[in-house]
């Protein structure tokens, strides 16, 4: 790795000795498990076997590679990790905020790649990573950390809140969503790319 990048705590210790109305209830959890699950294995599966040319391929200079992608999804892993994990630092906010789309909207909204965005610099892929492979443990090693925490938190996740640049108000639950839909959004973008006429042939 090129540069050291913050990391979270493995699992973040639970800080509420009680449960609260801002808990997950197991539906949620089940949910969250399940859909951070099922998009990491939709990840390995696009990027099993492609060689170093397929991985590098792009469509033309302003499109990312599968590799770039990869590495993005790996960084935005942690970036959005990092302010789950910094807002649980605060107090629980006693009077609820408005959020600015409900938990489906947040996914349908990220999912939805007619509406293009451009990445933070700090979470451009410019070569964190050593490779694919050194990006894609990366991005494991934090998602096992986020499905332990869920698995077993009584955190207030949904009364505590960050801005995000273009959803607005959201709570911590929906960042977790927000972790596992935009590493689908970029999914679809790397199966794109393969689908593209000039992706070369496996060799």
């Keep these: 790795m090129k540069k050291t ?30 859909y951070l699950n099922k998009t990491r ?3 390995f599966e696009d990027v099993r076997g ?6 590098n391929f792009k469509a033309d200079s302003s499109h990312w590679s599968v590799a770039q992608c990869v590495e993005h999804i790996a960084l935005a892993e942690n970036g959005i990790w990092q302010r789950i994990y910094n807002a649980l630092k605060q107090p629980v906010t006693v009077a609820k905020q408005k959020l600015t789309n409900t938990n489906e909207q947040v996914i349908a909204v990220t999912l939805d790649r007619s509406v ?26 934090k998602r096992d950390s986020l ?28 960042a977790v969503l927000l972790i596992a839909s935009h590493s689908e959004r970029h999914i679809m973008q790397i199966e794109e790319v393969k689908s593209n006429p000039g992706f ?4």
């Excluded at 990048?5 to 498990?33: R, Y």
């Excluded at 492609?50 to 991985?55: G, P």
């Excluded at 499905?147 to 929906?174: A, C, E, P, W």
């Design 5 to 34: 990048i913050f990391l979270a705590g493995a699992i973040i210790a639970s800080s509420c000795a009680m449960w609260s109305n801002g808990t997950l209830s197991g539906k949620e959890k089940k949910f969250a498990i399940g």
């Design 41 to 43: 294995t939709r990840l």
């Design 50 to 55: 492609l060689s170093t040319s397929q991985l």
């Design 116 to 141: 293009k965005y451009k990445a933070p610099e700090q979470l451009e892929p410019t070569g964190y990573f050593s490779g694919t492979g050194c990006a894609l443990q990366y991005f494991s090693h």
């Design 147 to 174: 499905i332990d925490y869920i698995r077993v938190t009584r955190d207030d996740l949904k009364d505590r809140y960050f801005v995000h640049s273009s959803m607005g108000t959201i709570n911590l639950y929906q």
């Design 200 to 203: 070369p042939k496996n060799q």
